[in-house]
Every structure is written in C-alpha cells, then in structure tokens.
C-alpha cells in the first residue's frame, strides 16, 4: 500500500511537472492565469510567479490586470523576495490607489520590507524604506485590522535604528581622545538618537553614555576646564536620574556624581 502511494505521488509529480512546461509553452493567457492561480494555492510560489510575470502585462486594462499584478507581488512575499514583492506590490497600488487588494498592498510592500531589515550593524536603507511603507499604510487605513501589527513592526524598526546609533556612540566613547576629543562625538550621537527616536527602548542606555563621556570628558580635562565641565556632569547626573530613578545604573552614576562633587567643591 505505501509502494503504491509513493508511486501514485510520484505521478502527480510527473504530471505537475508536465503541465507547468506546457503552461510555460502556452499562449493562451487566460489558462496560465488560471494555472497560476492553483500554483499559489498549493504553495508553488516560483511557479506561480514565473507564470504571471510573462501575462501580467498582457493583461493590462482588462478585469484580470488588478488580480494578477496583486497574485505576482504575493508570490514573490510568500516566496520571501520581499524586494521584488515590495516593487511589485507598490506598482499594484499605485496604478489601483482604490483598488481591491490596495490596502493589503500596502500593508504587505511595508511588512516584507520590515522582515527583510538587518542587522543593525548592516546598512538600514531598508530598515527606513520599511518605515515609510507602514507609516504610509497606516496614513491611508488608520482603521485597518493590521494596524497594531504594523504599529509594532515600526516600534521595533526604529528600535533598530537607535541601537545602530547607540552602537555608533559607543564606538566613539571607546575611542576615547584617540585622535581627537571623540567623547563629544558620542554625546552628539546619543542626543541626535534620542532626538529622533524619543520613545526607544534604548533611550536609557543613551542617557547613561552621555552622562560617561562628560564624565571622561571632564577628567581627562586640563586643570583650567575641569570644573566647568565637572559641572555639566552633575547637570547630566541630575537628568539621569530625574528620568530613571530607578535604574539599574544607578550606582555607576551615582558614584559619578561623588566624584564630581568633589572636585567642583574644591
């Protein structure tokens, strides 16, 4: 019985195989669409994509145009070509701004691009391609039942792009005065990050790297600048813990705070 089953699928296969070829040979739009359309169904993305990209234009200002331009940009996401899909499902929506499945195209061009975003240590082009995508979708469905999802794909992408910014002012803390005051440098990332991300997770260990460099700043200081900048240690001190009282940071800044004290009280 089970020879029998692997034979009777090893068929099927055959015949699959067999009429996909003949699909690809065909000239008869109206049968690739339709075998494209069962192709998607069961899963074969690269089958269904190949077909509808020879027809897709050839249907172009017919009922079956919006369908089959929609069905491509599917397959390729569903395929995890998230590049070609975005292409594709922008191109849907921007000739059907009204269409059947704009909606959808829009939030699908915008989550494909989102799962597709790097690593922060990456180029993050597409993690703010991402970002305007769904900020777009959201613009135009505000009442859709995918906005949560795509409120939270953007929380999570602009996560991103704080770390990378974080990671960027940690690199130049640890620069340290190599070749330059690079402790500045890294206050000026950390305060641009928290500028353009202020709800970030990250916002804290930004404070906190900003609160060090003006610590490592001021003593590494000559003697004539010492206190003033020791000053605006205390000040950053202050806003630190105003914002986190409770951190887990909180001795390091604390034992920060005595030292500056210290100094700026001789």
């Keep these: 019985m089970r020879k029998y089953i692997i034979m009777l699928l090893a068929a099927l296969s055959l015949t699959a195989c067999g009429e996909y070829q003949r699909v690809l040979k ?6 690739k669409l339709d075998f494209a359309r069962r192709a998607f169904e069961q899963k074969k993305y690269v089958q269904a994509a190949t077909v509808l990209t020879d027809i897709v234009t050839t249907f172009k200002g017919s009922a079956k145009a919006e369908e089959s331009l929609y069905l491509l940009a599917l397959s390729h996401y569903e395929n995890k070509d998230y590049a070609n899909s975005g292409a594709y499902f922008k191109t849907y929506y921007t000739r059907y701004p009204k269409g059947k499945y704009t909606e959808l195209a829009r939030f699908y061009s915008g989550y494909g ?8 240590q990456l180029d993050q082009s597409g993690t703010i391609k991402a ?11 505000p009442r859709s039942d995918k906005v949560s999802i795509a409120q939270n794909a953007i929380f999570e992408l602009q996560d991103k792009l704080t770390l990378k910014q974080l990671q960027n002012a940690q690199l130049y803390y640890n620069l340290g005065t190599y070749m330059g005051n690079n402790y500045e440098s890294a206050v000026i990332v950390a305060r641009n990050a928290i500028k353009d ?3 970030s997770k990250y916002k ?12 490592q700043e001021a003593d590494q200081s000559i003697e004539e600048k010492k206190a003033d900048r020791f000053r605006e240690v205390i000040d950053e001190y ?3 813990i105003n914002n986190y009282p409770d951190s887990p940071h909180r001795d390091e800044a604390d034992n920060i705070f005595k030292i500056a004290s210290r100094y700026v009280a001789e």
């Excluded at 065909?26 to 049968?31: C, L, P, V």
């Excluded at 970002?131 to 469905?141: G, K, N, T, V």
């Design 26 to 31: 065909s000239t008869d739009n109206d049968y």
């Design 113 to 120: 691009y989102y799962l597709d975003s790097p690593e922060p």
């Design 131 to 141: 970002i305007e995508e769904l900020q777009a979708f959201l613009d135009y469905f």
């Design 197 to 199: 991300y202020p709800y």
């Design 204 to 215: 804290e260990d930004l404070e906190l790297l900003i609160l060090k460099s003006r610590y």
């Design 238 to 240: 202050y806003s630190f």
